[in-house]
């Protein structure tokens, strides 16, 4: 009897908080936007270079146009959802994801395109460029195997170690590796934070890695490394995920908003709309987060005091 | 001659379990004997047979789009999950602006008067002076953040834990219904939750809510009924002499006998809601979490450690605070409390007219430049090439090449059906024949659902995790019971390592053994010690001192006193220690999966980061099974025949 009560009374208290009617789950704002002044929330990806441009954007919106701006940590497919629903109002930075495009933009409608962010994106497999340098033909796919038992870590055992990274990025090579014919294994780091003390700690002994990586990338400037050709990409070469045997595209990345957002989100839409910079801009504020250990914010300030031309341009 | 009589207790158990040992065996070795032939002839493979797994694939995809593609419209989502999602979005809300309106000022000064109400003068001060840190970190808005969440998840789950409590603690029938799922889920990694809440709710602070509701309210639940049944059945009798009814029993005399079981759960609760909610950052909880979860994207431990520091404070004052009053020492009179509001409000009306909400720039300490130049150097200096010994490097790749490589290849070269007698026969050993079919049903359940061979990947990691916890947490729980300068000197260490969230250490565990499982291996190790060297340093001091001193005086070396009398007393502190130690292994090694572990870990990271349901839900259902597989097979029988008391 007492259970029952407290059970009609607790619904009835939360149909009376929550409104009567339905609820809509397109709008699920996050419970700590707009506390006090007007908020943006962005998604930022766990690699740097998508912490650049959010770290960018985010001063100029708080400082330029007063909003205040909340950010969101989430791998990307999970961006999309979260973006369809109105948790974040922008993703800054997408690598293709064509499925979620077709669900989200063209189905559902709830995200709208924002343009280039005026980066081209490239995945692709390194070495270590004083290791090319001693060994000039390892640059070819066709080389590896010579190579592999200099590739070679515990976790690999007897076949040279493919590095990946972290499960959400968009990778080929279980099955490159099978259809090349290599003698390699893929070994995943589980994330890109461990990839990469991984490959900081391989460059400092100057022992030679295999690794997937892409470009930009602000580790680049710190472990120089040399892309190894693989075969060419040519248009739908990796349409059958089983059978790829093909090089990774050059992509240029997206910026998405969601749907409402764009329509009503004032300034900060029309602002993020604009956004466009160059792979050099973003690799120099990514290096000052990751390398000197900026936090974003004084590292986006850096950025804005000396390109007042660039951003200027994206307030008109 | 200590040996003569300290042994005298110790003979008498042993033979009766090797008597009904050796029954069980035999018992299984014919059981064995019949059934193994038959499923050898008809799925003769060494791996778990491929005729018996069912593929989940297909379905659980659908069951994803059909999520995805209906939450907008659908009325079980419009009337039912969205008003959920939406009423924690507004509790969080509420608590947080309440917050941010009273100010960095009046929550320290709030919570100082709590704790000085509840716990005295020490722990007040203390309590003030985590907040204040929180704040010198710069950490201030974070913890907001993640305190307005745990205020919600915290209430919720005692609301929910209690009134599942009160249900078994006053029904037989309820009792039996709820405790096996409360033992399952007490021993589930938080990881495996994760995943169905996001698909549900969509990333974000609701999923992140109740998540952490699921993984808190079973203690509570669990305490409450114990409290409920464990009343002094004389008290109870005298109050039903008085002829009152059922329900003023319950309120006046159980509920109030119950109490330090009921603070106990509150405790509990806490200590777990934390713990989730930075890996519930991973799903866009936000918060100090968060904070901890960015810095790992740019490889910047110092950073992490700022965000990691605020969440140990926290814990560790809630912990004392709560536990504090469960012992009841203080809290005289409705005057003090009446005082203590008052000045809380007095305090934060004057921030609020000075102006000062925000935590003040200015007063911002930046630990992550030294710290990171800390870990820098050890990193630089212990990696490799340390004469005699050899650097970090070179042992992770021993270990994973004679430890981790032959156990991972023993167990998967095993025939399936010998690894499902091995775990039978552990468990019956130990337990009872319920507890042996439980975990032998696990563990079929894992092959069914076709992920056998990362699944025995995981348990090697798990078990190289174990024993390696075991050797070094006996050590030190040894040394810690011998010496109380030991103890008090390893008590805030324990105290750190047990509530740090385990992001903070995944780095500079890679920096110092590379990529793979080996750093899976040390994390889990990290993580699972404290609470291994705790239960064995308390089960070594309880031991029955007129034992020990009649050791002494028969003229016992101290490392006869342990071998032969503490360690002996003390078995079912050490089990418990080794059952404890493997469920919070099991943990860790999951979260090992971010940095190349592997293995079910990886599939669970996978699922979440690409939103694939089919692979993520699966493995976390095969950790589940292992977990329970491995609770099963380390628990002692005494936990479940005490059942009842």
């Known amino acids: 009897m007492r259970l029952r009560t407290t059970a009609v009374v607790g619904s009835l208290l939360l149909l009376t908080v929550t409104g009567c009617g339905a609820a809509d789950m397109t709008k699920q704002a996050s419970p700590f936007a707009n506390a006090g002044a007007k908020t943006v929330t962005l998604s930022t990806q766990s690699w740097v270079g998508a912490q650049a441009n959010v770290a960018v954007a985010q001063y100029l919106l708080e400082h330029q146009l007063g909003y205040r701006v909340d950010t969101v940590q989430i791998d990307e497919v999970p961006a999309w959802d979260a973006l369809g629903q109105g948790r974040v109002d922008a993703i800054l930075e997408d690598w293709g994801h064509p499925e979620e495009e077709q669900r989200y933009v063209q189905d559902k409608k709830t995200i709208t395109r924002g343009g280039d962010l005026g980066v081209t994106g490239h995945i692709g497999w390194y070495v270590p460029t004083y290791f090319a340098k001693q060994h000039p033909d390892v640059t070819n796919w066709k080389n590896l195997d010579k190579y592999a038992s200099q590739m070679r870590t515990p976790e690999s055992g007897a076949k040279g170690q493919l590095m990946d990274g972290?499960?959400?990025?968009?990778?080929?090579?279980?099955?490159?590796?099978?259809?090349?014919?290599?003698?390699?294994?893929?070994?995943?780091?589980?994330?890109?934070?461990?990839?990469?003390?991984?490959?900081?700690?391989?460059?400092?002994?100057?022992?030679?890695?295999?690794?997937?990586?892409?470009?930009?990338?602000?580790?680049?400037?710190?472990?120089?490394?040399?892309?190894?050709?693989?075969?060419?990409?040519?248009?739908?070469?990796?349409a059958d995920p089983e059978k790829v045997a093909c090089a990774y595209p050059h992509t240029p990345l997206q910026k998405y908003l969601n749907t409402d957002f764009a329509r009503s989100g004032g300034e900060a839409a029309a602002f993020l709309k604009k956004f466009k910079w160059t792979t050099e801009d973003q690799d120099e504020v990514s290096l000052m987060i990751a390398d000197q250990k900026l936090s974003p914010e004084e590292a986006a300030k850096k950025w804005v005091d000396s390109h007042a031309s660039t951003w200027k341009a994206w307030l008109s | 001659m200590a040996t003569v009589t300290a042994p005298a207790p110790r003979i008498a158990l042993p033979g009766l379990l090797r008597h009904r040992a050796v029954h069980k065996l035999l018992l299984l070795a014919v059981a064995a004997a019949i059934l193994v032939p038959l499923a050898n002839a008809r799925w003769a493979s060494g791996s778990w047979p491929s005729a018996l797994t069912v593929d989940l694939t297909e379905p659980l995809t659908r069951t994803s789009d059909w999520i995805i593609d209906n939450r907008d419209t659908h009325p079980l989502f419009l009337y039912f999950f969205g008003h959920v999602s939406n009423a924690v979005v507004l509790s969080v809300r509420a608590v947080y602006l309440v917050l941010l309106a009273v100010g960095w000022a009046g929550v320290t000064a709030f919570a100082g008067l709590v704790a000085w109400r509840v716990a005295g003068v020490k722990l007040a001060l203390g309590t003030a002076a985590a907040f204040l840190a929180c704040g010198l970190l710069g950490m201030w808005i974070p913890t907001m953040q993640t305190l307005a969440l745990m205020v919600v998840a915290v209430l919720a789950s005692v609301v929910v834990g209690a009134l599942l409590g009160l249900a078994a603690g006053l029904s037989d029938r309820m009792d039996r219904i709820l405790r096996p799922i409360l033992d399952t889920m007490q021993v589930m990694p938080a990881y495996a939750y994760l995943l169905p809440m996001v698909l549900v709710f969509g990333n974000g602070v609701p999923a992140a809510v109740l998540a952490t509701l699921v993984y808190a309210a079973p203690p509570m639940a669990r305490l409450t009924s114990l409290g409920l049944r464990g009343a002094d059945k004389e008290v109870l009798e005298a109050v039903e002499s008085l002829g009152s009814t059922a329900r003023q029993r319950l309120l006046t005399a159980r509920i109030p006998l119950a109490r330090?079981?009921?603070?106990?759960?509150?405790?509990?609760?806490?200590?777990?809601?934390?713990?989730?909610?930075?890996?519930?950052?991973?799903?866009?909880?936000?918060?100090?979490?968060?904070?901890?979860?960015?810095?790992?994207?740019?490889?910047?431990?110092?950073?992490?450690?700022?965000?990691?520091?605020?969440?140990?404070?926290?814990?560790?004052?809630?912990?004392?605070?709560?536990?504090?009053?469960?012992?009841?020492?203080?809290?005289?009179?409705?005057?003090?409390?009446?005082?203590?509001?008052l000045a809380a409000v007095a305090v934060a009306v004057a921030g609020r007219l000075l102006g000062r909400l925000d935590w003040p720039d200015a007063w911002t300490l930046d630990i992550a430049e030294p710290v990171n130049r800390a870990v820098g150097w050890m990193t630089d200096h212990l990696y490799s090439g340390v004469p005699v010994v050899g650097g970090t490097a070179e042992w992770a790749g021993h270990f994973t090449t004679w430890v981790l490589d032959p156990v991972r290849d023993g167990l998967q070269g095993l025939p399936w059906w010998s690894v499902l007698l091995i775990v039978a026969a552990l468990a019956w050993l130990i337990g009872t024949w319920q507890t042996a079919l439980t975990a032998v049903l696990a563990m079929a359940a894992i092959g069914v659902l076709g992920v056998w061979q990362p699944s025995l990947d995981t348990l090697s990691q798990v078990l190289a995790a174990v024993a390696v916890t075991l050797v070094l947490g006996f050590a030190i729980g040894i040394a810690a019971a011998r010496s109380d300068r030991v103890e008090r000197m390893l008590r805030p260490v324990l105290d750190v390592f047990q509530t740090m969230p385990q992001f903070v250490y995944l780095i500079p565990v890679v920096a110092l053994f590379g990529v793979g499982r080996a750093p899976a291996v040390a994390a889990a190790v990290v993580y699972a010690l404290p609470a291994v060297v705790r239960i064995t340093a308390q089960g070594l001091r309880q031991v029955d001192q007129a034992s020990l001193e009649s050791a002494r005086s028969l003229g016992a070396t101290s490392g006869q006193q342990i071998r032969q009398v503490q360690l002996p007393l003390a078995r079912p502190a050490l089990l418990l220690a080794v059952n404890q130690g493997v469920v919070l292994v099991l943990a860790v090694v999951i979260i090992g999966g971010l940095v190349g572990g592997g293995a079910l870990g990886y599939d669970v990271v996978f699922g979440l980061a690409q939103g694939d349901l089919a692979t993520g839900l699966v493995a976390g259902a095969a950790i589940v099974c292992l977990g329970l597989m491995l609770d099963r097979v380390t628990q002692p029988t005494e936990r479940r025949t005490k059942k009842g008391a």
């Open chain 1, 166 to 238: 972290s499960p959400s990025y968009v990778t080929n090579d279980k099955a490159l590796v099978k259809n090349l014919k290599l003698d390699y294994q893929v070994v995943f780091a589980g994330s890109e934070a461990a990839q990469i003390t991984q490959m900081q700690q391989f460059a400092k002994e100057k022992k030679p890695f295999l690794t997937y990586w892409y470009t930009p990338q602000w580790l680049f400037k710190k472990v120089p490394m040399t892309e190894v050709k693989l075969p060419a990409y040519k248009e739908g070469c990796d």
């Open chain 2, 260 to 341: 330090k079981e009921l603070l106990l759960g509150l405790n509990q609760t806490i200590m777990m809601a934390l713990s989730m909610a930075v890996i519930a950052s991973v799903i866009g909880a936000g918060g100090l979490g968060d904070r901890v979860y960015q810095a790992l994207g740019s490889v910047d431990v110092g950073a992490a450690l700022a965000a990691g520091i605020p969440i140990v404070l926290l814990a560790v004052v809630l912990d004392r605070v709560t536990g504090a009053a469960g012992d009841g020492t203080e809290g005289s009179g409705r005057a003090g409390w009446a005082y203590a509001l």
